[in-house]
């Protein structure tokens, strides 16, 4: 009886040692997320939500985007340019092969590319594409795209995630079971909940440190701050509530990681629809606007004011906030110069942020103060695309634009926003047939002017990415040359 009973401790303990060193080695991390992503196909939805877990993890393009904002080979291993700058020839690397075991060739990128720039293609990017004349396979490892015109920014366009290579044979899952290139894997997505990636033991480039990733899905802060403090978070690199920061570092076990991100957070304003289809009525609009009240207000004095489309961190950025600085009485003159009517009032329809919730009741309060009649209405992401971003049915709303370098959609006449302006079109074709750097900033300097002496939009801060994280983690990215949690660098350390 005596060795019975030994035997079975014996047996327990193997049991809880073989746990404890399974666990240990398991190398897993865990995401906060404020919006969860409708889908997780970035080459047919906009929602950022989708990039921040596929970028970098899951898909993968010709080129990518590093921490730094450099542009880097991806699945290109190089490329050359010809003289005319019209042909670019694409060397693939040779040992890729999508998460379902087929090998990733020039076919595979030649359909992508195509697939992009079709005329039924539901890219919300897909002007990236609209310059691509032909796509040629010339072997298995090689592949020329030539191009109708020179396009300064060609590579930088195929680092976009809405540039990601995709296989014919799995486009009809990915929007909830996606098959990519990259070092993780699909596992699961427990709607409403999280999304699981994990290691990808045969991916062809470097390995990864991690063993599994799972984006948790928190859209309350105050649900948000209890998880990080419980553990049960170890990195919200977007932290939607910036009043907890001081507390967390304050805490040894958490590091506060702030940067700046590409998102130009702006009050779009409907160019199409009274009353602001008026430059008096825009221009009013840009002059009852306290950015700094906005960036304390709603995010506890972080972020940057803008002026215009443009971050503050790149080179070629002219500070234009002069053109619109606050100046309500300007504004109350205006408003009655355009001879708007107080008793139509004006919607502000705003997506689920607390940069846009928060932002949204001061920017309201604003222009009631100077005497515009502003009626809030909350949306989530998925009523914000369909009546904003598709639907144009609007006269205000706040978003963050987080595609990098992205002043082009202003050439976009039926871009959300509807800014139709001939010579601001024809200032974009020049920029794309543009390759030398000094004349190419003279060109965005000009762009940057334009669109604020335009007023086309409320240009409100440029949005700082303020994260929190276990202390333990090292290789998050601090800055947001695009929008995504890029975990290929991560590692715990000891």
């Known amino acids: 009886m005596l060795k019975k009973i030994t035997e079975y401790f014996a047996a327990v303990l193997i049991l809880i040692l073989t746990i404890g060193t399974s666990s240990a080695a398991d190398k897993s991390i865990t995401i906060g997320m404020q919006l969860e992503p409708p889908n997780l196909n970035p080459t047919g939805g906009a929602a950022a939500a989708i990039d921040e877990v596929v970028y970098a ?112 044979n799995s486009i009809s899952s990915l929007e909830t079971a996606p098959i990519g290139t990259g070092p993780f894997k699909f596992s699961k997505w427990v709607k409403g909940d999280r999304v699981e990636l994990i290691k990808n033991e045969t991916y062809w480039g470097d390995q990864i440190s991690l063993d599994r990733a799972i984006f948790k899905f928190i859209s309350d802060p105050t649900a948000a701050f209890a998880a990080v403090m419980a553990g049960d978070i170890d990195a919200f690199p977007v932290f939607p509530a910036p009043e907890n920061l001081s507390q967390f570092a304050s805490d040894p076990r958490f590091s506060v990681i702030v940067g700046s991100t590409e998102g130009e957070t702006i009050l779009s304003t409907n160019n199409k629809q009274p009353p602001f289809d008026s430059l008096t009525m825009r221009k009013a609009l840009a002059h009852a606007i306290n950015r700094q009240e906005i960036i304390d207000g709603a995010m506890f004095g972080f972020g940057t004011p803008i002026g215009t489309h443009f971050a503050p961190h790149n080179p070629d950025y002219i500070n234009l906030t002069s053109n619109s600085e606050y100046n309500p009485e300007l504004s109350k003159q205006l408003i009655k110069e355009a001879g708007y009517d107080k008793n139509n009032a004006i919607t502000l329809k705003l997506p689920p942020p607390s940069y846009a919730r928060r932002g949204g009741e001061i920017v309201a309060s604003q222009l009631r103060n100077v005497g515009l009649n502003v009626k809030i209405s909350n949306l989530e992401w998925a009523q914000w695309l369909e009546q904003v971003f598709k639907g144009k049915d609007y006269n205000l709303t706040i978003v963050s634009h987080t595609e990098p370098a992205d002043i082009n959609i202003y050439a976009r006449p039926n871009y959300y926003f509807q800014y139709d302006s001939k010579r601001f079109q024809e200032l974009m074709r020049e920029l794309s047939e543009t390759t030398d750097p000094k004349k190419r900033s003279e060109i965005l300097k000009k762009a940057q002017t334009m669109i604020s002496e335009d007023y086309v939009n409320g240009y409100l801060f440029q949005l700082a990415k303020t994260g929190v994280a276990n202390a333990k983690i090292n290789g998050l990215w601090k800055n947001s040359p695009t929008q995504a949690n890029d975990l290929t660098g991560v590692i715990w350390s000891d």
Do not use: C
Not at 72 to 92: C, D, H, R, V
Not at 117 to 127: H, V
């Open 57 to 168: 993890n899951l898909f993968e393009g010709l080129t990518r985007f590093k921490s730094d904002g450099s542009v880097a080979p991806a699945l290109a291993k190089s490329w050359t340019i010809s003289a005319n700058g019209l042909e670019y020839t694409f060397n693939l690397n040779d040992t890729v092969t999508f998460h379902d075991g087929t090998p990733m060739t020039a076919k595979d990128v030649k359909f992508s590319l195509d697939r992009a720039r079709s005329e039924d293609s539901t890219n919300a990017q897909k002007a990236l594409f609209v310059d691509i004349d032909t796509v040629k396979i010339i072997d298995a490892l090689t592949v020329i795209v030539t191009l109708k015109a020179p396009n300064g920014n060609f590579i930088t366009n195929m680092a976009w995630g809405d540039a990601i290579i995709v296989s014919e």
